[in-house]
């Protein structure tokens, strides 16, 4: 049977790949180091019945500073979806976490992954690297420009899983996420953020006008993505997107009809670092991946909305 390791296993994406490889039959490695970005208990439940599988084992462990050489030991496939995730807190003192966690570890995983003998090194990047582009939809040929720290730091991992490539060989994919939401989504995510105020009465802060539009993706077609990417050959950077863009000021329109409940919305200036628009051309991983999205935005919210009701999020 195959075996793969999943950084970031009891993250938000990372425990949804993690499910899925193992109704594949694959033998799966987790890593995390529970970082105090968000409650433990939460990453905790996303992993709960991953860890009724005896195919499963998770590593409470630091990319920086484990034996990775011993992690890939017998590794087929790596699904890199460990980071430090959030643009707004990307600036200032807080930059030093995402070099560590998004550049040093990177650096070392592939540093480990180029003597494994991997078939794929599949690496979770972002849409935060093409920043504000002056055209859309954005291609993998748009030239990347990131407004955030953040975006800066995952073109900077994505750049060395490219040079891994070329220099060692190395059979990397780094898969290009926009906007990802569904169950088990982080708390201070938008969909989240407006479904948990849905639910209970709260007023949120909203950054901007509400004209700024997002291309979201359901969590179970970026996993598809993954999924596919394990045989994928040809272009190491490759758009992963949801074909559901649309502004906030919609999106809170759908979710208080989804919930049908009222929102109540404070506006904010908007935030530093903040796109004001993504929109992502998915020809590529058709071509390459055979992945088209298979999940609506108001299907993708329905769903979300029925987990964080029984889930008591």
């Given at each position: 049977?195959?075996r793969s390791?999943?950084?970031g296993?009891?993250?938000f994406?990372?425990?949804h790949?993690v499910?899925?490889?193992?109704?594949?039959?694959?033998d799966?490695t987790?890593?995390?180091?529970?970082?105090?970005?968000?409650?433990r208990a939460?990453?905790?439940?996303?992993?709960?019945?991953?860890r009724?599988?005896?195919k499963?084992q998770?590593l409470?462990?630091?990319l920086?500073?484990?034996d990775?050489?011993?992690?890939?030991?017998g590794?087929?496939?790596?699904?890199?979806?460990?980071g430090?995730?959030g643009?707004?807190?990307?600036?200032?003192?807080?930059?030093?976490?995402?070099?560590r966690?998004n550049?040093?570890?990177?650096q070392?995983?592939?540093?480990?992954?180029k003597?494994?003998?991997?078939?794929?090194f599949?690496?979770?990047s972002?849409?935060?690297?093409?920043?504000?582009?002056?055209?859309?939809?954005?291609t993998?040929?748009t030239?990347?420009?990131p407004?955030?720290?953040?975006?800066?730091?995952?073109l900077a991992?994505?750049?060395?899983?490219?040079?891994?490539?070329?220099?060692?060989?190395?059979?990397?994919?780094?898969l290009?996420?926009?906007t990802?939401?569904?169950?088990?989504?982080?708390?201070e995510?938008?969909?989240?953020h407006?479904?948990?105020a849905?639910?209970?009465?709260?007023?949120v802060?909203?950054f901007?006008?509400?004209?700024?539009?997002?291309?979201?993706t359901?969590?179970d077609d970026?996993?598809?993505?993954?999924?596919?990417?394990?045989?994928?050959?040809?272009?190491?950077?490759?758009?992963?997107?949801g074909?559901?863009?649309?502004?906030?000021n919609?999106?809170?329109e759908?979710?208080?009809?989804?919930?049908?409940?009222?929102?109540?919305?404070?506006?904010e200036?908007a935030a530093?670092?903040d796109a004001?628009h993504t929109?992502?051309d998915?020809s590529?991983?058709?071509r390459?991946?055979?992945?088209?999205p298979?999940?609506?935005?108001?299907?993708g919210?329905?769903?979300q909305w029925?987990?964080?009701?029984?889930s008591?999020q």
């Open positions: 049977m195959p390791v999943v950084t296993a009891a993250g994406i990372g425990s790949v499910d899925r490889l193992l109704t594949l039959g694959h799966v987790g890593v995390d180091c529970f970082t105090d970005y968000y409650d939460f990453k905790e439940a996303n992993i709960e019945e991953a009724t599988n005896a499963f998770l409470e462990d630091d920086v500073t484990m990775l050489p011993a992690l890939l030991d590794a087929n496939y790596v699904f890199h979806q460990a430090q995730a643009v707004r807190p990307s600036w200032g003192a807080h930059f030093s976490g995402y070099i966690n550049i040093d570890a990177t070392r995983l592939l540093e480990a992954a003597d494994a003998k991997l078939t794929k599949v690496f979770a972002s849409s935060s690297i093409y920043g504000d582009a002056r055209e859309l939809p954005v993998e040929e030239i990347p420009q407004i955030s720290p953040y975006g800066v730091t995952k991992a994505e750049h060395l899983c490219s040079l891994y490539a070329k220099i060692y060989d190395l059979p990397t994919i780094s290009r996420y926009f990802v939401y569904g169950p088990r989504q982080r708390s995510m938008a969909i989240q407006f479904l948990s849905c639910r209970s009465g709260e007023t802060s909203m901007g006008d509400g004209t700024q539009t997002r291309d979201f359901f969590v970026i996993v598809e993505a993954n999924v596919r990417a394990m045989e994928a050959s040809g272009p190491t950077v490759v758009n992963v997107c074909g559901s863009r649309i502004s906030l919609d999106l809170l759908l979710l208080q009809e989804t919930s049908g409940r009222p929102l109540h919305v404070e506006r200036p530093q670092g004001k929109f992502g998915n590529l991983a058709h390459v991946l055979g992945f088209e298979r999940t609506t935005l108001a299907q919210v329905a769903a029925r987990w964080l009701n029984d008591s």
